[in-house]
C-alpha cells in the first residue's frame, strides 16, 4: 500500500509504529539505508518488514551478504510472524554470501546479482527488497568510488523497478559511521540508525530516522524493544481516538468521608496519584479503590511492583478489604512485576499488551515510582507520560501510587514529577505529635472538581478505611491521642451541658406547674367572685324591685281622690 505526500510516495510497512514515526512509511522506488551496530536488530527489522509485506499479499526478496539460509529461516521462525513468512509463496531468499576464499583482483560489480534480484522479483511480483550485510561483500571493494558507484547502481535498478529497498550494514564502534560504506549515506533518501548499549548491566536498544528527504518525520531516538513479536517501537503505537468524550460521571474510591470530599470520586476515565511516605496505606487505598470497582461491576488491571498477590490480598482482609473474591470472579487482574528485570520500555509495553489483553474499566500501578528502579536510556517519566496518554484515550480510570521525593519533609514532591501529569493528587503522610505517629490525608489536587484543602487523619481498622472527624484547637487539627483527648473533652462538655439543660429543663417544668396551679387557684377564685357578683347583682335587683312597688300607689282610686282634692 503506497501514500503520497506532497511529490513524495511511500510505501507503508505495515507496521503502525514505524509508519507513525515516518508519516507513512518508507520511500517508494527508492533505497533506505540501515545502519547499526551487532545485535542492533538490523536483519529483524528487515525481515519482519517482508512478514508485513506478505502478509498484505506483496512480494517480497531478501537477499543475504553474511548469513545462512537457513540460519535467516531459523531465526524468523523464533518470532510470531516468522513460520508465515518463510512458508510463504510470495517470499524468495536468495543466498549472496561471498564464497570461503573468495580473492578479487580489481574491481567488480553487481550487475549480475541485480540481473538475479530483478528475475525473482519479476516472479513473485515483489515490491520489497532486502540486501542484508552488503558491507561483507563491499568491503572486498578496494576502490572505495567503486562501493559509493555500486550503491548508486543498485538505486537506479530499485528506482526502474519501483522497489522499496532496505540495504543494512554495520556501524564502526562506539560511532554512527558506516564501515565500507562510507559516503552512502550521504547519496541515499532515507537513513535509519539502529543502536544499542549496556544501561546497568541491561541491554538497551534505540532507533533513530536519522535522515529522509522531502518527508516530516520524527527525528528523535525512540526506544526499541524486541520480544516474540519482533521490533517494536512501544511509545509510537497510534492510538485511533483522538476525540475523547469527557465524563461526569464520578467513581467512589471506597471510603465515604474521602469521596464526600472529593464532590462524589473521582471522574471516570480521569487520572489519580496517591503519593506518600512507606507505610501511608498507600496500597490500602489502591486496593480499597479496586474492590469497589469491582463490587459495582467494573473490571481493574492492579500492577504490583512492590508485592505478591497472596501476601497482598492477605493484609488487605485485615482492614476489611475483600480483594480476593473478584480475583477469583475475574472482575480484578492482578498482575506482579520486578522493577529491577525489566527495562523501563518493556514495563511500559507489556502493561500495554496486558490492557489490549484483559481491557479494563480501571487500572491500578502500585507504585509507579518503582519503574526508577529499571534501566532505561529514556527515563521513567516518558513512559509513565505515555501510559496515563493511552489510559486517557481509551477512557480508562487509573490509580498510580508513588513514593514521596527524597528530601522533601512535607511529602508533596512525588518521584519522577508524576504529581505534573495526574488529574487528582492526594499525599498520605505521617503527624508525629506528643510522641506518636498517626497518618494525615490531604488532597492537593482534583481537576474539574471543588474539594476540601483540609489535612484529615486516615484511620484503619478491621472495618477498613474511614476519615476521622476535624477537631481544630488553636488553628491546628489534632490527631491520634490528642484528637481522642479532644473528642473525650468535648464530650464532657457537652454531657455537662446536657445535664445543665435537663436540670434547667426541671426547673423549667417546675416553675410552669407552678405557675399552672396559680392560674387554676385565681381561675377558681374568679369564678367564685363572678358568682358572688352575679348573686349581688340578682339580689339589688330585686332591691330595686321591692322599692318600687312599695312606693307606686295601690289601685286605681288613688288617681280619683287626687283629681278631686286639686279640684
Do not use: C
Given at each position: 500500500m503506497t501514500i503520497t505526500e506532497g511529490t513524495l510516495e511511500k510505501r507503508s510497512t505495515g507496521r503502525a509504529d514505524l509508519d507513525h514515526v515516518t508519516h507513512g512509511g518508507l520511500p517508494a522506488g527508492q533505497t533506505t539505508l540501515v545502519l547499526g551496530q551487532p545485535a542492533a536488530g538490523k536483519t529483524v527489522f528487515a525481515l519482519q518488514i517482508l512478514a508485513h509485506a506478505v502478509e498484505r499479499g506483496e512480494g517480497a526478496v531478501f537477499v543475504s551478504f553474511e548469513e545462512l539460509p537457513d540460519q535467516i529461516r531459523r531465526d524468523a521462525a523464533s518470532f510470531d510472524w516468522g513460520a508465515a513468512l518463510i512458508h510463504s509463496d510470495r517470499f524468495e531468499l536468495i543466498d549472496a554470501r561471498p564464497r570461503i576464499g573468495f580473492e578479487t583482483a580489481g574491481e567488480f560489480d553487481l550487475e549480475g546479482l541485480l540481473a538475479i534480484v530483478t528475475a525473482t522479483c519479476r516472479q513473485i511480483d515483489a515490491v520489497w527488497v532486502v540486501f542484508d550485510g552488503v558491507d561483507q561483500l563491499l568491503r572486498y571493494q578496494a576502490d572505495h568510488n567503486a562501493v559509493i558507484g555500486e550503491v548508486r547502481r543498485i538505486d537506479e535498478v530499485c528506482a526502474k523497478n519501483g522497489w522499496t529497498l532496505l540495504l543494512t550494514g554495520k556501524t564502526a564502534s562506539g560511532t554512527d559511521t558506516p564501515t565500507h560504506l562510507e559516503g552512502t549515506e550521504f547519496l541515499l533518501s532515507a537513513a535509519i540508525l539502529l543502536s544499542s548499549r549496556v544501561v546497568n548491566q541491561q541491554?538497551?536498544?534505540?532507533?533513530?530516522?536519522?535522515?529522509?528527504?522531502?518527508?516530516?518525520?520524527?527525528?528523535?531516538?525512540?526506544?526499541?524493544?524486541?520480544?516474540?513479536?519482533?521490533?517494536s517501537l512501544p511509545y509510537h503505537q497510534a492510538e485511533e481516538n483522538n476525540d475523547v468524550e469527557a465524563s461526569w460521571q464520578r467513581l467512589p474510591l471506597g471510603v465515604e468521608r474521602l469521596d464526600a470530599l472529593l464532590g462524589g470520586g473521582i471522574y471516570r476515565g480521569s487520572s489519580l496519584l496517591i503519593s506518600g511516605r512507606?507505610?501511608?496505606?498507600?496500597?490500602?487505598?489502591?486496593?480499597g479503590f479496586a474492590a469497589t470497582a469491582a463490587r459495582e461491576g467494573r473490571k481493574t488491571l492492579y500492577i504490583s511492583f512492590d508485592e505478591l498477590e497472596g501476601p497482598y490480598v492477605r493484609n488487605l482482609e485485615s482492614v476489611g478489604i475483600n480483594?480476593?473474591?473478584?480475583?477469583?470472579?475475574?472482575?480484578?487482574?492482578?498482575?506482579?512485576?520486578?522493577?529491577?528485570?525489566?527495562?523501563?520500555?518493556?514495563?511500559f509495553f507489556g502493561i500495554r499488551r496486558l490492557l489490549d489483553e484483559f481491557e479494563p474499566d480501571c487500572l491500578v500501578i502500585d507504585p509507579v515510582s518503582a519503574l526508577l528502579k529499571a534501566s532505561a536510556t529514556e527515563?521513567?517519566?516518558?513512559?509513565?507520560?505515555?501510559?496515563?496518554?493511552?489510559?486517557?484515550?481509551?477512557?480508562?480510570?487509573?490509580?498510580?501510587?508513588s513514593l514521596s521525593g527524597e528530601g522533601d519533609p512535607?511529602?508533596?514532591?512525588?518521584?519522577?514529577?508524576?504529581?505534573?501529569?495526574?488529574?487528582?493528587?492526594?499525599?498520605?503522610?505521617?503527624?508525629?505529635?506528643?510522641?506518636?505517629?498517626?497518618?494525615?490525608?490531604?488532597?492537593?489536587?482534583?481537576?474539574?472538581?471543588?474539594?476540601?484543602?483540609?489535612?484529615?487523619?486516615?484511620l484503619l481498622s478491621d472495618e477498613g478505611l474511614d476519615l476521622?472527624?476535624?477537631?481544630?484547637?488553636?488553628?491546628?487539627?489534632?490527631?491520634?491521642?490528642?484528637?481522642?483527648?479532644?473528642?473525650?473533652?468535648?464530650?464532657?462538655?457537652?454531657?455537662?451541658?446536657?445535664?445543665?439543660?435537663?436540670?434547667?429543663?426541671?426547673?423549667?417544668?417546675?416553675?410552669?406547674?407552678?405557675?399552672?396551679?396559680?392560674?387554676?387557684?385565681?381561675?377558681?377564685?374568679l369564678e367564685l367572685e363572678s358568682e358572688e357578683q352575679e348573686a349581688s347583682e340578682r339580689l339589688n335587683e330585686q332591691n330595686r324591685v321591692e322599692i318600687r312597688d312599695r312606693r307606686a300607689p295601690l289601685g286605681g282610686n288613688d288617681a280619683d281622690e287626687g283629681d278631686a282634692h286639686g279640684r
Open positions: 541491554l538497551n536498544r534505540s532507533l533513530r530516522v536519522s535522515k529522509y528527504r522531502g518527508s516530516a518525520h520524527i527525528a528523535d531516538e525512540l526506544p526499541v524493544l524486541i520480544d516474540n513479536a519482533g521490533i512507606p507505610g501511608t496505606a498507600k496500597s490500602t487505598l489502591a486496593g480483594l480476593r473474591a473478584p480475583i477469583e470472579a475475574g472482575l480484578v487482574r492482578f498482575q506482579t512485576r520486578s522493577a529491577y528485570a525489566s527495562r523501563v520500555t518493556e514495563h527515563g521513567a517519566s516518558m513512559a509513565t507520560e505515555r501510559l496515563i496518554d493511552v489510559t486517557r484515550r481509551r477512557g480508562i480510570t487509573t490509580v498510580l501510587t512535607e511529602g508533596e514532591a512525588t518521584q519522577g514529577q508524576v504529581s505534573n501529569l495526574a488529574d487528582s493528587w492526594i499525599v498520605l503522610d505521617y503527624n508525629v505529635r506528643g510522641g506518636e505517629r498517626n497518618r494525615s490525608l490531604s488532597i492537593v489536587k482534583s481537576r474539574g472538581s471543588a474539594h476540601s484543602n483540609q489535612q484529615r487523619e486516615l476521622a472527624d476535624v477537631y481544630e484547637k488553636g488553628g491546628e487539627v489534632l490527631m491520634g491521642t490528642a484528637r481522642m483527648s479532644q473528642a473525650m473533652e468535648d464530650e464532657a462538655i457537652n454531657r455537662r451541658k446536657r445535664l445543665e439543660w435537663k436540670q434547667r429543663k426541671m426547673d423549667l417544668e417546675q416553675r410552669i406547674a407552678q405557675v399552672e396551679k396559680e392560674r387554676r387557684r385565681l381561675s377558681e377564685m
